[in-house]
């Protein structure tokens, strides 16, 4: 089953006293163990698009589906556990709890879903060592690196094994060595362990680490495409800035 299909949404938002149009009727689908890019202008509608399949905000018409769920049909308690359970969501800022250890973050949406903590404890060590941060368990975000910070936020989007990986701009405020190390983790992710990943970025070197790009302009998808037809950063950069023309 395709994990996740957005089907024309529409999105618009009050500003004062005009309404702004954010996503004008976007359609895509992304299947399992794609790694797709969403690339885009600031104010293109990126975010917004990825919070629509988050389920963090609803569109004014068209669907989200993941794993043939449409979103729109749950009530806010059901949406609310679907997201938890299938929906892995990573930001720009990381949004780690500061108080708690890598490990005691990355354990808390299964916490929260009422496992039990001897259930799951050794499923988080798993994930935190499949994703080489071992020797960062009983760290608190601030001693750590934003690249690790970063991968501690990712091990805790996945630890609930989601249908769906959405990272805004995961890279967004990392320097270029943790940018890299991130985008090989996500990489990595998708070709090695079948991750369905769709991540915002207006970065070419970023999207190159993806399998696909999808370009929106305006609130509309303008262009779909495969990596591998630029073949790097470079073309991949020419081919973007032409769709934005
Ligand atoms: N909550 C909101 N209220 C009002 N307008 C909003 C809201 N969220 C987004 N918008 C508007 O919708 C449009 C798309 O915004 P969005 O945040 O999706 O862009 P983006 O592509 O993610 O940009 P950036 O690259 O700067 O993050 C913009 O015009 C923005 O001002
Ligand atoms: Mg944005």
Redo the contacts with the bound molecule.
Sequence with gaps: MTPLVVDNVIKR???GDRD?S?LAGVSLDVAEGAFLAVM??????????LHLMAGLDTPDSGRVVIRGENLAEMNDRQLTLFRRRHIGLVFQSFNLIPTLTAEENVALPLLLDGKRESDVRPKVREMMESLGLTSRLTHRPDAMSGGEQQRVAIARALVTDPAVLLA??PTGNLDSANSKSVCELLRDLSNLHNKTIVM?T?EPTVAAYAQEVAV?KD?KLVERFATQETNGGQALALRYQECLR
């Design positions: 938002f009050r500003q702004v954010a885009g202008a600031s104010g293109s509608g990126k975010s917004t698009l805004d701009e915002v207006h929106i609130g």
